[in-house]
C-alpha cells in the first residue's frame, strides 16, 4: 500500500514570501499521479495542481509550483508571493495510474495527514 | 457550474443513534465519492461509485455504515449504529469519470458529525 507523509504540521509565512511544502511517499508503481489539495477553514476542498509521474518537466499554476523528485519519492509545493488567502490546509495525494483489473478503475487518491499554512500579514 | 451539494452542513447525535447524509454531485458526473476526515487526518476513501455501481468500497466498515447511488445521482451514506470513533467530517467528491487517473475531484463542502 502506498503512504504519503507530510512532515510539517504547520507553516508559517508572511505576505509576498515564498513558502514550500514538503510531501514524500512511498511506493513500488512506476506510474502514478500526485496533487496537492487546498482546503480552506470553509473546508470546500479544491484542487491547486497535478503532476503525471512520467512527466519530468515540473507543473506550474500561476503562483503554484512543484518540485517533483521522482527517485527521492518526494513532491513539494512552493507558493510564491504568499496572500492572505492562501492561508488553509494543504494535503498531499497519490492515486495509482495502473488500472485495477478487480474494479476496473484507478487506485484510490490516498492523502497525507496535511500542513496548514499560516499566512502574516 | 453548480458545486457538489451536501446536508446537513452539521449533525450531533448521541452513540448507538443513526444518521444519514446526502450528497448531490456535479451534473453530468459518473463518479461519486464519499470520504471520512478525521481531524487531524487527511481524508480517507469510504466508498466510490461509477454511476450506480459501488467501485471500491474496501474501507467502508459495512456492519454499521452503508451507501446507495439511487439513479447514478444523488448518493446517501447512512452510519448504524453511530461510535464515538464515527465523530468526523464526511467528504462527498465526484468526478466526471474515474477512468482517467488524472481526473480532477471538486469536493463539497462536508458534513461534520459529533457522536456524544
Known amino acids: 500500500a502506498q503512504t504519503v507523509t507530510q512532515s510539517q504540521p504547520e507553516m508559517s509565512v508572511q505576505e509576498a514570501e515564498t513558502v514550500t511544502l514538503s510531501c514524500t511517499y512511498d511506493?513500488?508503481?512506476?506510474?502514478?499521479?500526485l496533487f496537492w489539495y487546498k482546503q480552506p477553514p470553509s473546508r470546500q476542498m479544491i484542487l491547486v495542481i497535478r503532476?503525471?509521474?512520467?512527466?519530468?518537466q515540473n507543473a506550474t499554476e500561476n503562483r503554484f509550483s512543484v518540485n517533483f523528485q521522482k527517485a527521492a519519492k518526494s513532491f513539494s509545493l512552493k507558493i510564491s508571493d504568499s496572500q492572505l488567502g492562501d492561508a488553509a490546509m494543504y494535503f498531499c495525494?497519490?492515486?495509482?495510474?495502473?488500472?485495477?483489473?478487480?474494479?476496473?478503475?484507478?487506485?484510490?487518491?490516498?492523502f497525507g495527514a496535511g500542513t496548514q499554512v499560516v499566512v502574516t500579514p | 457550474e453548480a458545486g457538489v451539494a451536501q446536508s446537513p452542513r452539521y449533525k450531533i447525535i448521541e452513540k448507538r443513534q443513526s444518521v444519514a447524509f446526502w450528497c448531490n454531485p456535479i451534473?453530468?458526473?459518473?463518479?461519486l465519492y464519499w470520504y471520512q476526515q478525521i481531524l487531524g487526518q487527511g481524508p480517507k476513501l469510504l466508498i466510490q461509485?461509477?454511476?450506480?455501481?459501488?467501485?471500491?468500497d474496501s474501507q467502508l466498515p459495512k456492519d454499521r455504515f452503508s451507501a446507495e447511488r439511487l439513479k447514478g445521482v444523488d448518493s446517501t451514506l447512512k452510519i448504524q449504529p453511530a461510535k464515538l470513533e464515527d465523530s468526523a467530517v464526511y467528504l462527498c467528491?465526484?468526478?466526471?469519470?474515474?477512468?482517467?487517473?488524472?481526473?480532477?475531484?471538486?469536493f463539497g463542502p462536508g458534513t461534520r458529525l459529533l457522536v456524544l
Open positions: 467528491a465526484s468526478s466526471l469519470d474515474s477512468n482517467r487517473g488524472f481526473e480532477t475531484q471538486y
Open positions: 511506493t513500488s508503481e512506476s506510474d502514478y499521479y
Open positions: 503532476q503525471e509521474a512520467y512527466k519530468q
Open positions: 495525494a497519490y492515486r495509482s495510474a495502473i488500472l485495477m483489473a478487480t474494479t476496473d478503475s484507478w487506485g484510490k487518491l490516498q
Open positions: 451534473s453530468g458526473h459518473a463518479t
Open positions: 461509485f461509477q454511476n450506480n455501481g459501488v467501485v471500491d
